[in-house]
């Protein structure tokens, strides 16, 4: 802020706050001094105490969950009259002045117990660059720090439980996690597949126990994470618990400045041209002259196969040097997931894209959801996005949403067949799952905005994944 490379935001300011004293916590982090043998007899390991997975009670779970909501939702609203000095979220106030303060803020009752973070809000507000500034002040305090995008964990995590010989995979992988870091930073945390709904309570349980700092960005406030979801009730309850117990949970509110659109005016005023964003059948064109020029320097396009997890390769058709050239309905329109996407973003450092449609209907939630994670794959590795779309920024995602505005009910009986307006039949527990990933292309607009404003990302410096730690850990047999 005094060099002037950041706006002075008294929002974010707080959110420093919290996150030097969560720093301060990984400081004092008690070295474990268990000697007799713990959970698959190694020394300080443990078992989840409450999420016991899916042998637990659901109705249990359940009954504790509501009754924890319904006693923050109580002592809030005794605070805010004035009934006590106790800090509230910095969300509280947004969220009262919106009409959903139950819903969306979270009490910080008793922050000596709370070593963690979970930062949510809008789009474009600072919270990957908080923390980041988080992890890299980890790093300097000589903390063993892991930093990665939610969706890079998640594959890592499964490739290693399907390795792992022993029973609990889940719970093997958690304590060997515990046992080599300090600190674990997730960007964009969500749920959105039950598979990762059953596995997370009793990984986060684990981690939290044995003193591991665990900091998270995320749209979505804890208690709305996975609505709608497949058996939502059975994992999801505990988990939030988990959260509400040994994370601060901050909101960055609906009033807050989304940077990213201020950046992009701001460039707009000294330029009418965002080159690296064309529109129409004449940016088609553009783009492929602006591969053109690419290739008399980096040399001719060849054909390259990317390796892929499972033995699978990606062939791509156009590529030369660091850069290649992909067709969107090749990308996104087939069965592509974070994997190959992931692949695509540590081998290539500029990627052209054309033929981006505008999506229109909830027929597209799928290509959606693909592109959404191609976006915040390449952002978070700052890869450079040269893309060509059917539509205006503006446009783009606009017929899609207005597909899952209104009543969530007749959305759900809407999409439970395939109805004479031709939209995809969906189960009804699936629509909470749809809409949600429909809420992400707000996220996916907000960080097409930045990196078409961002003509230099600079090379990211290797940080090691939570993969490569339990590569080295685990014992495979």
Known sequence: VDAGKLEKDGLQQRVVGFLSDSLDKALQRPLEETVEPGFAGRRGWILPQETLGISSSAAAEHRLAAEWTAKLAAENRRKLQGGSETKVLPAATVAKESGTEEKSQVEVPNLSMKSGVYLHGPVGTGKTMLMNLFDEHSREAGLRTSRQHFYEFMISLHQQIHQIQEER??????????????????????????????ILPRLFEILFLRGVTVVMTSNTAPQLLYSGGLNRHVHLPAFVRLVGDHCTVLGLGAKSVDYRRKAEAEELQSSDVLDSFLVGEEGNQELESRWQEWLKQAGPEEEVFVEL???????????????????FAELCGGDRGEADFMALAQRFQSIFLCSVPRFTSLEDTDVVRRFVKFLDLLYDRRRRLVISCAASLEHLFQDIRQEVKGDMGELAWRTAMYSADGKAGLSPQAVGTLCEAVRASERAESRLREMRTRMNPGECHHIPSCQEILGKLLPLT
């Not at 997730?186 to 959105?192: C, G, L």
């Not at 499972?310 to 992909?326: D, H």
């Open 309 to 327: 997890p499972m033995g699978r390769r990606f062939l791509i058709r156009r590529a030369s040097g660091s850069a290649c050239f992909l067709d």
């Open 169 to 198: 995979p889940v719970e093997v992988a958690a304590n060997s996690l515990s046992d080599d870091l300090d600190v674990l930073c997730f960007d964009e945390f969500q749920i959105t597949d039950i598979q990762d709904a059953a």
